[in-house]
């Protein structure tokens, strides 16, 4: 038997309905917040992710679904959204029809980490992208929507973690300081964070070894030693979210994943998932458009893993979602009467009724059954003297009353129905 790829997962009709909750809060959040949909490819050319996320990141490092197309091109399946975001704002001149563009979107990633709860290979992320200024208010906003689409699903168990990285000169200096602190400790490091004492050496407050961690308990912090502008960019984003009765904490050892970060960078994380528990990351990035070819461009955005969010919900009990109804099934009581029921159907189905019949040349009793297993509103009943008569019965199913009809009327059997 032929089964899905590790790491990736089917969504069946019995779970969409929670798919399509989210989608539809997410773009209501969106919309009130007035960002406006991009859609990019789920491929581009591989060195815009590399260019893009840092050589030296986990994902171009080790997670990327990076291949040689027919053309001899190195193609790589997006691992995320905010380089091809970037790539799309460059090419089509965004910053020419407007000064600031707020962009969103919702659609499939790919990354090759190792599988578990709430980690795929292809998973589903939505997320906002703000190009054109450096205002902290708009660090706050991503912050609050991300927060407002989390509450109006009902979670609750959230934290919000926010840090600032600083501006590069800061960083560098910070950077410096850290290194003479660690080389002492440098032969006790994991083989992981020698490397990235090397390349990216901020990474090693993620480290999750025993002897890591200790000697990272004491390490010196960057927001300790953030310039005048950075902290005052900081603390204008924690006003705002206080405004907005966000509730935050300030972690200091934030750092995130992916290497294009400046200034503010934030999570939320869920006590409702086990380890995989961040729900959303971002951050703002104020040298990746330069970086990527285009002018001098504040950003900032964040993008939240629908699975993991939809894992929380399902933990937490946060929503529920009423079985879906059929506005009508027919039953054929007697054999001949197939053709008419099936035109019957077409007819309501093009009124805009959610309609259904047999097709398994079942008995009476069956389609009954199934009107109910469907959750039919009401059933119509075709056959015996009635029809005869030239007439068909109305049954609703909730409270089991009977109207009869001119087997002709439509219109008046679709009011009926509309009535309900
Ligand atoms: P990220 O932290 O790599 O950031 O991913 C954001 C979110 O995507 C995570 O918090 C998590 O919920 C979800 N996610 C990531 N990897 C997986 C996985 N393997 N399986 C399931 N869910 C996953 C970014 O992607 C940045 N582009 C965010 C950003 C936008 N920063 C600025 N703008």
């Known amino acids: 038997m032929i089964k899905a790829i590790t790491g990736t997962r089917d969504t069946l009709p019995t779970d969409i309905p929670k798919w399509n909750y989210l989608q539809a809060i997410v773009e209501s959040v969106f919309s009130n917040f007035n960002y406006k949909e991009i859609r990019t490819p789920i491929f581009e050319e591989t060195t815009l992710f590399a260019r893009g996320i840092g050589e030296a990141t986990d ?40 000064n600031l563009n707020k962009l969103f979107y919702v659609g ?37 929507m991300a927060y407002d689409i989390f509450a109006r699903l009902g979670l609750k168990n959230l934290l919000v973690k926010i840090n600032s990285l600083g501006i590069p000169s800061s960083r560098e200096n910070y950077k410096n300081i850290l290194r003479k602190y660690l080389e002492p400790h440098f032969e006790k490091l994991s083989v992981e964070s020698k490397k990235r004492f090397e390349t990216n050496i ?47 904490e ?26 995989q528990s961040a729900l959303c ?18 950003g900032i955005g964040f993008a939240a893993g629908i699975e993991r969010i939809l894992l929380a919900c399902e933990n937490e009990k946060s929503f529920s979602i009423e079985d879906e109804k059929l506005d009508l099934f027919l039953v054929t009581i007697e054999k001949g009467l197939e053709n008419f029921a099936y035109q019957t159907a077409v007819t309501f189905r093009r ?57 002709g009327d439509t219109e008046k059997i679709f009011l009926s129905i509309k009535e309900n």
């Open 281 to 298: 990351g971002g951050g703002r990035y104020n040298l990746l458009v330069k970086e990527l070819g285009g002018g001098e461009t504040p």
């Open 108 to 144: 499939p990633m790919f990354r090759q980490e190792r599988p578990q709860a709430g980690r795929f290979r292809q998973f589903h992320q939505f997320g906002a992208e703000a190009l054109g200024s450096n205002d902290p208010l708009l660090d706050a906003e991503m912050i609050i």
């Open 351 to 407: 009124k805009g009724l959610t309609v259904d019949l047999d097709y398994l040349n079942r008995s009476v009793k069956a389609q009954m059954r199934e009107a109910n297993r469907t959750n039919s509103k009401f059933v119509l009943l075709i056959g015996g003297d009635e029809f005869a008569r030239g007439e068909v019965v109305l049954k609703n199913m909730s409270n089991g009353e009977q109207k009869i009809f001119s087997k």
């Open 59 to 98: 994902i171009v490092g080790k997670e990327m679904y990076t291949f040689v197309d027919r053309s001899g091109d190195s193609i790589t399946l997006r691992p995320e959204m905010t380089a091809g975001v970037v790539r799309a704002f460059i090419e089509h001149s965004l910053d020419k029809k407007q």
């Open 202 to 248: 901020l990474r090693l407050f993620d480290s999750k070894e025993e002897n890591d961690c200790k000697i990272m308990e004491n390490a010196p912090l960057l927001i300790e030693y953030l310039d005048e502008e950075s902290l005052e960019h900081f603390e204008k984003v924690k006003q705002a979210l206080l405004a907005s009765h966000i509730p935050f």
């Open 250 to 275: 300030i972690d200091a050892r934030l750092v995130r994943g992916l290497d294009y970060y400046t200034h503010t960078t934030f999570e939320v994380v869920s006590g409702s998932v086990g380890s």
